[in-house]
């Protein structure tokens, strides 16, 4: 066998992994896992596997999952097309590990999700969504058996396969986290970093907090830019003065509403800084986990 064939019979068995779990981002159907493509039994949607890497995003935003005129607001339809190309994912990825302040905040974030992820003991699979190119993979990974990297766009996971290999075993695929392709409870926990202050709509917000708790049996880890925090009052104060944009924001006691309607409590909120990050992290845990 060559070594192609090799390599794509290895990716299709990595993704059989979740083959039980896995259903189609259109009409949640049951899926068939081919060689170099999956195939919905339910709507006949083909979702092509390129270079081992399954491409079930569905891009849009609430246009795709409500009936009300989504299509004239402001969403974050251009934000998904951000990092379809490798090089911007590259450049993304380079920032973090480069730039001074980053790497400060980057140790302090690995502290906060490592506490979190300990506090929910271990797990049998984890999904990371949006893995980006794979920055927070090494922190999430000794706390489960396999972790199930996604994100919506190509760039960014192609970056991630290609760039980095820890002994937790990956699967690599490329999903929106408006339209999760997989089953309800599907995952112990869902760690989603650094997507929600992107969402520019209250009404985006909230698929995502639902969406990542469908998927998940236990907890859902979540960061969001806190509207109360010293970083947004601060740039409050400026705005008339700089005519900046509001950040996208949500308050914590949003946070704990949006938990508490999808079957979670909100249990640990800490702030990646005091004044230097508006960045928190959430983490809700289903009412029925029982650990
Ligand atoms: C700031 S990066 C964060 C990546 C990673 N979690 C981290 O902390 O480094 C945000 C990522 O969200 C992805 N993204 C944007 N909209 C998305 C959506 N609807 N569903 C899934 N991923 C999305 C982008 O492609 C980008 O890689
Ligand atoms: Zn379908």
């Known amino acids: 066998m060559d070594k192609q064939n090799s390599e794509r019979n290895r990716d299709s068995s990595a993704i059989s992994r979740v083959a039980d779990i896995l259903v189609c981002p259109k009409c949640s159907g049951q899926l068939k896992i081919k060689p170099d493509e999956i195939l919905c039994l ?55 590990k480069q730039k001074l302040f980053k790497r400060m905040s980057t140790a302090r974030e690995y502290s906060i999700l490592q506490r979190l992820l300990r506090s929910q003991g271990h797990c049998g699979v ?57 089953r309800n409870e599907s995952f112990d926990g869902t760690v989603c970093c650094r997507l929600c202050h992107h969402l ?18 236990r907890f859902v880890i979540m960061t969001f830019f806190d509207y109360n925090s010293m970083k947004n009052m601060l740039r409050r104060i400026r705005q008339p003065f700089d005519h900046k944009a509001p950040k996208m924001t949500m308050t914590i006691n949003e946070v704990r509403r949006q938990a508490s309607e999808n079957g979670a409590k909100l249990i640990a909120s800490p702030a990646l800084a005091f004044i230097s990050s508006g960045h928190r992290y959430a983490l809700m845990v289903k009412d029925n986990n029982r650990l």
Not at 49 to 72: C, E, F, H, Q, Y
Not at 146 to 171: C, H, M, W
Not at 202 to 217: F, H, N, T
Request: glycine share 8%.
């Open 200 to 217: 520019p709509t209250a009404k985006e917000r909230q698929r995502l907090i639902k969406e990542l708790l469908r998927v998940s049996k």
């Open 42 to 96: 339910g709507c006949g949607s083909k979702y092509p596997i390129r270079g081992g890497v399954p491409l079930l995003a569905r891009l849009g935003t609430s246009d795709t999952w409500s009936t009300d005129n989504g299509k004239s607001e402001i969403s974050s339809k251009a934000y998904q097309e951000q990092y379809h190309d490798i090089v911007q994912a590259e450049d993304y990825n380079k920032a973090y």
């Open 126 to 182: 984890i999904l990371d969504l949006p893995c980006g190119g794979g920055r927070l993979s090494p922190q999430i990974a000794p706390f489960t058996d396999l972790l199930v990297e996604a994100d919506i766009a190509e760039g960014q996971v192609f970056y991630g396969k290609r760039n980095l290999s820890l002994n937790t075993p990956q699967i690599w695929m490329t999903a929106s986290a408006f339209h999760i392709p997989f």
